[in-house]
């Protein structure tokens, strides 16, 4: 009762205030500290848990389909006149259209800081504006915004006895279900083709009984529909009238009347057409361990839990019965990679905050450092009070920024508690010692606070893939910096207001020898190293500059190598993706594919066959990878191939992603018939590769400059697979119009006609079953259109006459081929060339400057007209570096005002600032030590660590300046004083921040190694 009475009693000649009321109640301490925990946890329900933060491409994507078209003209009659309606929107900040066979597709980047809706809409409109579009033939433009979608898991449905058709029926059938629970928005089917109805007849039937296609069409549309007629008005009430005669699958158009003699007799189109439900007859092939597969990629929206829809689909494929003959598979479960990360960075951080207890109890009393050490945890769990107001989520980027605070947050901590310390040990007791302490050191540990919060701000204006995932740093960090200022500044001080000691022996005398000494240590080394430096102000800025030109100069000598680029692998999976010539056959296809999964097998028997786990492999497409872009389904392409292995985990494969890579890789050199080789990660598809954009008018300049720049970048060792986005395209036939052609009144639209209703088909209808749009095509059978014999026969149906002539009476044939893929950039002809190479022999950073330095001068010399740029992931640093260069100014100028504010003075801020270059010592230095590589995660330590590293500065001059004005005292006595007394919070506040990180600096996991350069860079401050 008595301590309570202390501890709470008003009096009248002490000041109260927030502080004070709650160093003197706390009971109220401890609701507060409780209302903030548990709200923590319930948010942490509401917050979305995932691998990495959401990331959006600011793309406006439009989408023409232009069925049969080559790609020029898919360039004259499409992209140019999109190009062209898109000139001066606002918004708009590059455009890149791609023109391929039958389809135009133009991305439309945004400017940085542009409405993403109101840019929408400007392309919208301004596609809408232009005249007599899309041409005939043309589908209708599909303006959308790029969006992501997170892919949960990936479900494979495989059967070696089922056919392509009957194999798809039932993985629709699990899809179905699957979209029934609650937490499934998305199933994606992959490694199939689309369904489509087919009716085939062949030109004897046509020409017995004297009809053609377009007569077959005509019968499908007039007969196979839905019509309302209105209401019949009656006494008894209004009667809706309406015509249900639609067709849904191919026998029910079988009694399609086609012809209808006066006789009355009928000819029905099942009586002269072959009819058959089937998909599209493209050459698409999946298949895991050699069978059959169709994979579903079940995907959720941003505001559903992946975790919650895994659990779900794997509990009903517990219990669902599949079709006999059919095996049915998680494939692939993103969830694990979450938890597994999730767990790693949780336990080293527990680790870190142990270390970090264990210090600040060998030096405070055991009640201090239990509640400075508690504090952490509950800064972080109340910090997710807000996640969901701010769109955060708990991924692997938050996570680790929390551990990367917990030496920060603890400084605040400690400051507090030192000063609190400090006043006890002069006679203070109580709550007056909580409150003298606390408002001795608030000023400068919010300050220090909020200087730590702009450094980290630099950060937010980033773009980009790498620059949105790290932007979500900064707001986690003043929010949690927010957390830990109240922490420190009203809860601390009633928990510690109480008197007396948890401390007992044998921990108050190893407390009591530890703090020994670190005194001591602080009077031999520490004060007297300041009173030197004081006496001698020539020689501090000296040792800075030469230490800040050795650690330039390790870095400039490839002593710490640089390394701009996003080295991120994925721990599951190695996938390359193989790209044919145009022109390949299926079976050319599959023999590479064959290549592949043998080099990968005699790599795996290499490695004791402990490293792959399965094999899957696509022809006609590329296997989407879940990025930060989020999973791209690819078109199909009768020149592309993948193939992807599913690892054993890292303990049991006992080698790394990067080493079995180069050694599959080294194993595919040399692949006959393939044009170009991509490794592919699931987080970036874009890394260990560089990419540049060639831009000139004259296609034949362009491809000229391709090659050259080609066959330079394969010069530089350890770079490979050149490849650039001039593909050779199919080999066409051109038919023209002879003048017997003319002279029979045929024209080139109409012999265009029939030979695409023939050969192409001619689309009768468009039938929605399902979740799926299904058209019904009319040509002729599959095997009349093989062969080129069959082409130069074909009957052509002169104008006004029921008379038909063979093709080659009235037109010419000849061969031509073209490029595959028509680039333009910003309206103008461009070529991409990209040069992977060997990420575990180079850096990107060394490459680059290579070829930047040699390679494109002497490029530029022999083109002058050519405009060069990068492209990809270059262009992304590019624009990364160039952020940075105009928000590290920013920065720094508002440190400098917070600073100068504060300690009323234009010079000492400067003081506080040149700790930033030490940093960098520091940075470089750890990186050497620890043997990592100095990278752009480093960069991104380095900015957050600058706002750290002046607080200790500033709890230095703050005191001085409290103790020089009018005390007499000398400077160098003062600046002693001060020392002595805030040397041990700045020691323990450096010791608890390199603990706090240590465990992390050493982590092993190797999806997280790339995010340690960050954490080297914050300690290594200290």
Sequence with gaps: MAESETIGAPDANVRQGVLAYFARNPVAANVLLFLLFVGGLIASDLTTLETFPAYDPRIVRVEVPYPAATPAEVEEDIVKRIEESLVGTIGVARTIASSREELAVVDVEMEPFADDIDTLNFVRTAIERIEDFPPLNADEPEVTKVETSRSVLTVAVSSGALDPYALRAAAEGLRDRLLLLPSISIVDLFGTKDQEIQVELSEETLRQYGITLDHVVTAIRGTSVNVTGGELRTGSGDIIMSTLAKRDYAEQFADV????????????????????????????????????????????????????????????????????????????????????????????????????????????????????????????????????????TLNVITLFAFFMLIGIVVDDAIVVGESIATHRSRGETGAEAAIAGTREVLAPIAVGAFTTMAAFAALLPLDGVIGQMFAVIPIVVIVVLLLSLFEAALVLPGHLARPGSWSAWPLSAVQQRCHAAVQAMIEARIVPLISWSVRRPQWPPVIVAGSVLVAGALLVFGIVRFDPGLRIVDEKNVQVDLTLPQDARPEDLQAATDYAVAAAERVNDELGGRAIDATATAIGHHFPLESYRGADAHRYRGNLASVQLRLYPPDVRGVTIEELQHRWRLRLAGMPGVESLGFPTRQAQTTNALSYALIHPDSEVLAEAARELGEDLARLDGVGHIGDSIERGKRRFDVRLTPAGDAAGLTAASVATQLRNGFYGAEAQRIQRGREEVLVMVRYPQDRRTSFAELLNERINLPASREQVPLYTVAEITETRSVANRLRIDGRSAVVVTAGYDGARLFEGDLAEAVDERILPRLQNRYPE??????????????????????????????????????????????????????????????????????????????????????????????????????????????????????????????????????????????MRFRVSLAVSVAARR
Aim: hydrophobic share 55%.
């Design 257 to 392: 009347v086609v012809i209808a003699r006066a006789d009355g007799s009928l000819v029905r189109l099942g009586d002269i057409a072959r009819l058959h439900d089937s998909l599209l007859e493209h050459d698409t092939v999946t298949t895991v361990n050699g069978v059959p597969t169709i994979f579903l990629q079940v995907k959720v929206s941003s505001d559903t839990s992946p975790q919650q829809a895994s659990s779900e689909v794997r509990e009903y494929l517990a219990g669902f019965e599949a079709p006999e003959t059919v095996a049915v598979a998680v494939w692939e479960d993103e969830t694990w990679a979450v938890e597994d990360r999730m767990y790693l960075i949780f336990k080293n951080g527990m680790f870190g905050l142990i270390l970090a207890f264990t210090v600040l109890m060998l030096l405070f009393d055991l009640r201090i450092a239990t509640w400075v050490a508690l504090g952490v945890p509950v800064v972080f769990v109340a910090s997710l009070i807000v996640f969901p107001f701010l769109g955060l």
């Design 866 to 1007: 050519i405009t060069i740029r990068s492209h990809g992931a270059n262009r992304d640093l590019e624009r990364l570096a160039g952020t940075l260069a105009l928000a590290i100014p920013i920065v720094l100028l508002v440190m400098y005002c917070l600073i100068a504010s504060f300690l009323r003075s234009f010079v000492q801020p400067l003081l506080a600032l040149a700790g930033i270059p030490m940093a960098f010592v520091g940075a470089v230095a750890g990186h050497l030590l620890l043997g990592y590589d100095f990278s752009a995660t480093s960069v991104f330590g380095l900015l957050a660590v600058s706002g750290v590293v002046v607080n200790d500065t500033i709890l230095l001059l703050y005191r001085y300046n409290q103790m020089v004005p009018g005390s007499g005292v000398p400077e160098i006595a003062a600046v002693s004083a001060a020392t002595r007394q805030r040397a041990r919070a700045i020691l323990l506040t450096s010791v608890t921040t390199l603990l706090g990180l240590l465990p992390i600096q050493f982590i092993g996991d190797e999806g």
